[in-house]
């Protein structure tokens, strides 16, 4: 059985580029004792992944040069030598950019396609949701009547972010780019109002839409944007760094709050979030969020590009800002 890979062929400086990966068709692995077999139907486009093209010590290992690109995926058990696991179940996994994996089964779990589609599991259901539940909740503490605002409104994590202040009772205010995602959030997502940072100043976004100023910010790009908000905290506030994807093609150093002095002033706190440690936890939110898209309170949107050999050009779209909800890539 053939499969067809993207391997990591050079770090990145500054934006990736096609040379930075190789194309492989091989032959598939066997699959080994307590391994299944896997046909991976859809990935998920991460912006981490960037970071995980880098040398260096992070929250996780780096990809190592000639390894297969690493990937949450949804697929299909074509051979299984697991007792947990059957050929036909829908899986997800960390199967990486290639279309046939061999897995010793850690980190996989069964998913159902009878309740959602399979691609939802790589975005509300899936890790993004998580990020979107824990960040929140367990940091950014919002109670109702507080003011949210989120950057990266649009996408998968901040579209989330923002619908589950809402359900907490309370206002939101989105950041993102351009008209269109910024009528998607307040009409589709239901958020209070939304800045389009690419056409609109953030400031003055912020103090017409904030007047009683700011007490949680869900910060998804880091940059100007994480800057101008600080002007608006109240006292108490609470800053939570999910990413910074404003910053994560820089090819100097990452540009840091000139406005953390606000911190001190208002008694306030930044905290950042990484969604693995709340793993455990993944089954007790997946099931309040399902309660969730149940009632019509949670929506989800995926943007579903195809095609393995498109997948360093469809990486590049989350940078710039051409996806519209969760990226994914279907193969065939
Ligand atoms: P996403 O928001 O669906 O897609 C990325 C979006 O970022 C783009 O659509 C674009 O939206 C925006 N963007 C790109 N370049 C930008 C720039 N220079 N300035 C401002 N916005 C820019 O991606 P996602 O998967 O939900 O991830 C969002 C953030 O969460 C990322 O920073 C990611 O690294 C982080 N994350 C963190 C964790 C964790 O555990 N800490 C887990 C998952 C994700 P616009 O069109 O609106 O510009």
Known sequence: ???????????????????????????????????????VEYISLDPAMRGWMNEGKSYIEPVQLGDVMRAGAVGEVLESNSDEFAVGDKVYGNFGVQTIAVSD???????????APLERYLGVLGMPGMTAYFGLLKTGLPEAGETVVVSGAAGAVGGVVGQIAKIKGCRVVGIAGGADKCGYVVNELGFDAAIDYKNESVHAGLKEHCPDGVDVYFDNVGGDILDAVLTRINLKARIVICGAISQYNNTSAV??????LSLLVNRARMEGIVVFDNARHYGEAAKEMAGWIQQGKLKAKEHVESGIENFP??????FKGENFGKLVLKFD
């Open 105 to 115: 089964t850690k980190g996989v779990h069964k998913v159902d396609p009878a309740l």
């Open 255 to 260: 540009k840091g709050p000139a406005n953390y």
């Open 1 to 39: 059985m053939k499969n067809k890979q993207w391997l990591l062929a050079s770090r990145p400086h500054g934006e990736p580029t096609r040379e930075n990966w190789e194309f492989k068709e091989t032959d598939s692995a066997e699959t080994g004792a307590g391994q299944i077999k896997v046909k």
């Open 313 to 318: 050009e469809t990486l590049m779209m989350l």
